[in-house]
């Protein structure tokens, strides 16, 4: 089937061109995809059938190689390594109960679930605003057809979170490379394809920016598989900042102008961009700025004790961390893709202060009291603490672990992990 080339921020059907009325084929194949759009869209307002097809379809078209045994052995010897090399710099055992290989599809497969859980409360305010647009008194009139513009929303969302996802599938380089535990728990996933483009365009060997990423993906799994609050802590973040995202409706009246349903290219038109923006709240700032702080606080224990580890083992170590912090604090255009789609920016904007900060821990306290920190969320630095770390970290050199006492040992549980 042929592929629409990628159209930025828009909406298109897989394949969907104006059909010829004369050419039966074409007439049949557009009735199909226009019966696939609008099927029932489930339980939630995204249609996430046609959000995987999008992303499966983008990626068709743009490549995606499949993972050759040589590759799943590189990765898995990678993450091995990566394990034993954190040992020595890390109080937290390996969260490793799994090490593989993804391609790009299998990227999105096994972290929809998450994803899922992120974009469906904005995609629901979305479709509720569409359905506000029609007026009170044609309401009536529209009877059951008023749920096509749920359905035409869901669709609509779906397939341009799945052109996000297809950007994104291209760029990662592990299940956790942008900060959240998008993975299943336990499961260490490197993407060989991404990790061999990303070191061709730094121009560094690919074995090391493989066991740099191994490095990185390992400490990842140490600190959300042995802290048991952190999860819960660092998505309930993202929720709380999505739930104070407000729709544009004047955008969304704007695009829904510019839809014609009798042509499909109309339909490329569509573009969600603008239509999702953050309140200006001080409920909100704060709601960003916790967000910003977690992003920032893991990324940069994880940055401080992998440059620890690879130390004079890994002879690119500080060209590839400085690569890597400058790709995480500035975000890719996959990144900035999903920050126009949906509103959410995921960078940790003070990465370099909180490497800094955990250094000066290390320093005052050993690996295990820096370590020891992450017990309780209480524990942590505060935004306020980026400024001052060696402040910070001479505030806590006599800090003793009875202070925790009374204290909860799950203080923020969060929903259900997602079977797997």
Known sequence: MEVVPDIPFGFSLPGAQPPDPSDPQQMQQFMAQLQQMFAAPGSGPVNWDLARQVAASQLSASGDPAVN???????EE??????????????LPTGIHKAVAWNRNEWIYNTLDVWKK????????MVGAMGDLVPEEARAQLGPMQSMVATLGGALFGGQLGQAFGQLAAEVLSAGDIGLPLGPAGTAALVPA??????????LPEDQVRLYVALREAAHQRLFGHVPWLRAHVLNAVETYANGITVNREAIEEAMSRVDPTDPESMQAMALEGIFTPEDTPQQKASLARLETALALVEGWVGHVVDQAAGDRLPSVAALGEAFRRRRAAGGPAEQTFAALVGLELRPRR?????????AVAEQRGIPG???????PDLLPTDEDFADPDGFARSRSDWDISELE?????PEPGPEEPEK
Do not use: F, T
């Open 118 to 125: 992120l974009c469906e409360p904005i995609a629901g305010r």
């Open 194 to 203: 991404n990790i061999k483009a990303y070191g061709e365009g730094l121009e």
């Open 370 to 376: 820096r370590d020891a920190l992450w017990d309780h």
């Open 406 to 410: 009374g204290l909860e040992s799950n």
């Open 69 to 75: 045994m040589h590759e799943r052995h590189q990765v």
């Open 351 to 359: 990465l370099r202060e909180a490497g800094a900060l955990w250094a």
């Open 78 to 91: 990678s993450l091995r390594l990566a394990d034993l090399w954190l040992d020595p710099v890390c109080a």
